[in-house]
């Protein structure tokens, strides 16, 4: 095969492109840019709730192993410091649920102090546990591109590569815009309105934005229709007894103690289903609307499209575009 340069100065290709499109080139991506980026690393270690201090020596005493072979299986990545912690990364790419490895690495790790078991998906399922001292984290690969979205890794080849490479060979960068649900429970209503909270049966995505869309028969001041937008701070799929061990969590959703009280309380009211698990969504303050809006109710065909009609199906999201669009049609009309 002939590889003379052509003259082509430049080319849309990265290195990381001879890694392939499966989860085992993506891991070994992903290894690699947090063993080559220290703030890489430990910006992933801190956003796991590792407590561990940024030192070029403490970097060095760090090792990252990818494909490491076990009794329990080979797992994809591990992040170690003697006497310190271990962390077992599993990554995903074509299935966005994980079933049997949620147990299957626990008895995997070295006896340090602090133990994470972190699953990183196509979509972030939320799913917060404990067992025993390990905690174990489900994140999307949208997490770790928003991660590394910022002015720190602004000019860092690295990272930037690596974010190029999940989000072209992977469309990883897909992300829901405004959630829109119907919301007539009593419960559910004062839950929004007091506790700045919303909660439904577990799922996975993360939209950026939620607006409840409350029906005739809530009987609410403003009436039926989406009448609110609240920003989505954080989303945690959990059980209403273990709220309190993610208090860390929501300080880093919240950056307010008192909003933290108030959404550990909106969670609370599920006394009667302590343990069942549940997605719950923190919100910042609702921005009220001028004018609220309502479902698609004429009778043409497509009705509906883009935006809501009849009985709003789960998980329905909408674009700001959408959205906005028909605020502006109510205004003007």
Not at 126 to 152: R, S, T, Y
Not at 222 to 241: A, D, F, Q, R, W
Request: positive net charge.
């Amino acid at each position: 095969m002939n590889i003379k340069n052509t003259g082509l100065d430049r080319s849309a290709l990265i290195p990381f492109d001879l890694l392939g499109t499966d989860e085992v080139g993506l891991s070994k991506a992903f290894a690699y840019t947090l063993g080559k980026e220290p703030s890489a690393l430990y910006s992933f270690l801190h956003f796991i709730g590792l407590k561990t201090n940024h030192t070029k020596a403490n970097f060095q005493n760090i090792s990252i192993e990818t494909e490491r072979v076990r009794d329990e299986g080979r797992t994809d990545i591990e992040i170690k410091q003697a006497r310190k912690f271990h962390v077992i990364i599993e990554c995903k790419v074509r299935s966005s649920k994980v079933h049997t490895q949620r147990t299957q690495y626990l008895n995997s790790f070295d006896n340090v102090p602090q133990k994470v078991l972190c699953f990183i998906t196509r979509e972030h399922d939320f799913k917060k546990q404990l067992h025993n001292d390990i905690q174990i984290h489900n994140l999307g690969w949208i997490d770790i591109i928003n991660l590394f979205d910022n002015k720190l890794f602004l000019k860092n080849k690295a990272v930037q590569d690596f974010s190029k490479f999940a989000m072209k060979g992977f469309k990883m960068k897909e992300q829901k815009e405004i959630l829109v649900q119907d919301l007539g429970d009593p419960n559910e209503i004062k839950r929004f309105r007091e506790f700045q909270v919303y909660r439904r049966d577990v799922i996975s995505g993360s939209p950026l934005y939620f607006s409840p869309y409350f029906t005739r028969s809530a009987n609410q001041p403003e009436g039926g229709g989406l009448s609110y937008l609240s920003k989505i701070l954080g989303i945690l799929t959990v059980s209403p007894k273990d709220i309190l061990n993610f208090k860390d969590d929501l300080s880093k959703f919240a950056g307010n103690p008192n909003l933290v009280e108030k959404w550990i309380a909106g969670v609370k009211l599920d006394k009667k289903e302590n343990e069942k698990t549940f997605t719950y969504f923190f919100l910042a303050e609702p921005l009220r609307l001028n004018v609220p809006l309502i479902k698609d109710g004429t009778n043409k065909k497509g009705r509906g499209k883009n935006w809501i009609a009849a009985m709003i199906p789960k998980n329905r999201c909408v674009t700001f575009e959408e959205f906005t669009r028909r605020l502006m049609e109510k205004k003007n009309g």
